[in-house]
T-cell receptor, first 113, second 115 residues
């Protein structure tokens, strides 16, 4: 079945540091890949997505590239801000079969001023 | 659009009581999903609907849980009787077809506490 493995947290960085959160996946065929962000007390918000190999999703300074050869979709940001503190979830959905959105375990990110 | 609307935001109930969680998906979205989030298990898919029809309920923990979608704009998740281990945040999400191209839009969740 499908699965997503995420970098264990929590991650603590200083403001303006470079961020990488690793995500690898196992799936049949060609899944679509997503990053969601959850701020305290809120629901999950779609941060970015990529639907085919070599696509780069980007939003709010965050980027992730769909790497089929390494089955990865790592999240990066060049300069983090305190407001980026949240929990980040990598997820995938198959392009056939079950509609289920499969999530990783989440990575809690804290940015200190 | 107001997004996916869930109610109530918080629910505290006593063990053995019936609990009903409500969700209004985004208009025009064909799919509706119910997820549960706990520290121990993370995000778990409980059930999803396509055009108001339940498609996969394999994630529903046991017979105490039931979900309905009587029309395209409303769904409920019911727990009867509730138990302390049901305490969690329950999220509803919706999305349009086709699969994969669109992300899911989540509601703000219902935080359920069973004492």
């Amino acid at each position: 079945g499908n699965s997503v493995t995420q970098m264990e947290g929590p991650v603590t960085l200083s403001e303006e540091a470079f961020l990488t959160i690793n995500c690898t996946y196992t799936a049949t065929g060609y899944p679509s890949l997503f990053w969601y962000v959850q701020y305290p007390g809120e629901g999950l918000q779609l941060l970015l997505k990529a639907t085919k190999a070599d696509d780069k999703g980007s939003n709010k300074g965050f980027e992730a590239t769909y790497r089929k050869e390494t089955t990865s979709f790592h999240l990066e940001k060049g300069s983090v801000q305190v407001s980026d503190s949240a929990v980040y979830f990598c997820a995938l959905t198959s392009n056939f079969g079950n509609e289920k959105l499969t999530f990783g375990t989440g990575t809690r990110l804290t940015i200190i001023p | 659009d107001a997004g996916v609307i869930q109610s109530p935001r918080h629910e505290v109930t006593e063990m053995g009581q019936e609990v009903t969680l409500r969700c209004k998906p985004i208009s025009g979205h064909d799919y509706l999903f119910w997820y549960r989030q706990t520290m121990m298990r993370g995000l778990e898919l409980l059930i999803y609907f396509n055009n108001n029809v339940p498609i996969d309920d394999s994630g529903m923990p046991e017979d105490r849980f039931s979900a309905k979608m009587p029309n395209a704009s409303f769904s409920t998740l019911k727990i009867q009787p509730s138990e302390p281990r049901d305490s969690a945040v329950y999220f509803c999400a919706s999305r349009p077809a086709p699969r994969g191209v669109y992300g899911y839009t989540f509601g703000s969740g219902t935080r359920l506490t069973v004492v």
